[in-house]
């Protein structure tokens, strides 16, 4: 007779594959092969699915997906970022968003972390390069004056 392992929490498979660098580190958010973050939701009630962009980072894609189901489900969606959704200012008492309005929401919100990210990485890299380029001729102003 076979026995059912115990159930687990939502939680120990994130961190499990958020320290592989495999799987689903956020809700509605995957890696493609060659190494983008997608972000999809499906529509409430329907068998169709919004999708929400293609993104350097997991969590540009986590951050699209919140606003999207934020949209969706309102105030009690589950989302990947919680504290971060307020400051969106998003309005709850207009009208439902069609699906298009929402992509595009989601995906300006996305795109704008994927930003930020790519620059805090960049930026990174760049400080930790201190080695200078000696290829390069200096100029009076970057010379140094000894």
């Known amino acids: ?3 059912a ?3 687990q929490t939502k939680a120990a498979p994130n961190q499990a594959a958020t320290a592989t660098g495999r799987g689903r580190p ?3 958010v995957r890696m493609r092969k060659w190494g983008k973050w997608v972000a999809e939701i499906r529509e409430p009630n329907k ?3 919004i999708w929400l962009g293609s993104y350097a980072t997991a969590v540009a894609a986590a951050r699209a997906y919140d ?3 934020f949209h969706l489900r309102g105030r009690s969606a589950r989302l990947n970022f919680p504290d971060e959704i307020e400051a969106d200012g998003a309005d709850l008492d207009a009208e439902p968003l069609p699906a298009a309005a929402i992509r595009k929401k989601a995906m300006e919100v996305g795109a704008r972390v994927d930003a930020a990210q790519t ?5 990174h890299h760049q400080s930790k390069n201190k ?3 000696l290829n390069l001729r200096p100029s009076p102003e970057t010379s140094d004056e000894d």
């Not at 620059?119 to 930026?123: I, K, M």
């Open 5 to 7: 392992a115990p159930a």
């Open 67 to 69: 606003t999207a189901v």
């Open 47 to 49: 068998r169709s699915r």
């Open 119 to 123: 620059e805090l990485v960049l930026n």
């Open 26 to 28: 956020y809700r509605g």
């Open 1 to 3: 007779m076979k026995t």
């Open 131 to 133: 080695n200078p380029d």
